[in-house]
């Protein structure tokens, strides 16, 4: 089983993704933070953000692994464990950019596809191009969107419970910056899947959230059974 999860940084998809992950003993994948594990391999080795070729480069030769359970995923760079360090909004504006490079998503998305068909029991992906790209014939797709002010007003709250210095003003500016570049790159924009069910979470909290997802991939369990029987 394959389930996909896009949409705009800060509406959850990370939390709700290992959520499900968890329940349905799914694997999980979180892309972007392969994307972040690119970014901060160029912010380490110098490299300028409009280097291309070197950029492309450091994408193919970089190692990045998705270890352990969803909850204490750790994320590992060359075999070195990156998890806290790619999290920073640095990094994450760098992966947006590097994102935007044809060549370094070709690299990504194989290994996004290798993983996740080769998932014994399936898997949970998130980001923004996996309905879409990675698995169009996923057997769920949500979309997880919210207003810029509450996705901008939970990553500050985050940010501040992890003792980063940044404002709310400055937080909002970066996820405004940040939503622009991925909607508009050319290669695999942000967009929703035609079969994506939408979900606006600014105003629900994490257990409604799940509560709808959960909902929706019962019905499709339960068509599925209707259907097989049909054929039967
Ligand atoms: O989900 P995130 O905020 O950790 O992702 C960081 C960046 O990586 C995001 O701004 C765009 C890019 N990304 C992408 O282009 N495609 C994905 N499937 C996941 C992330």
Redesign the pocket.
């Known amino acids: 089983m394959i389930i996909a999860i896009d949409g705009p ?1 800060g509406a959850g998809k990370s939390t709700l993704g290992k959520m499900l992950a968890k329940r349905l003993n799914l694997l999980y994948l979180d ?3 392969m ?2 594990g690119v970014g901060l391999a160029v912010l380490e080795s110098g490299t300028s953000i409009e280097d291309e070729e070197e950029i492309i480069e450091i994408a193919e030769n970089a190692e990045i692994e998705l270890i352990g359970e969803p909850d204490s995923l750790q994320v590992l760079l060359n075999g070195r464990d990156v998890s806290t360090e790619i999290r920073t909004n640095e990094v ?1 504006q760098i ?2 950019i590097v ?1 935007t490079i044809p060549e370094v998503r070709k690299v990504l998305v194989e290994h996004q596809r290798n993983l996740g068909e080769n998932a014994p029991e399936g898997c949970v992906l998130d ?4 309905g879409t790209v990675i698995f169009p014939n996923a057997d769920a797709k949500f979309f997880l969107t919210a207003k810029p002010e509450a996705r901008a007003r939970r990553r500050f709250e985050e940010d501040l419970d992890k003792g980063r210095a940044t404002t709310y003003e400055q937080t909002l500016a970066e996820i405004n910056l ?1 939503d622009e570049r ?1 909607i508009s790159r050319a290669d695999s924009p942000l967009m929703i899947a035609e079969d994506a069910v939408v979900i606006d979470t600014s105003e629900l909290n994490l257990r409604e959230v799940f509560e709808q997802m959960m909902r929706v991939l019962r019905e499709r369990q339960s068509d599925e059974r209707t259907r097989m029987a049909r054929l039967h």
């Not at 980001?127 to 996996?130: N, V």
């Open positions: 940084s892309t972007g933070a994307y972040r994450g992966a947006s994102s980001g923004r191009d996996i940040r991925d």
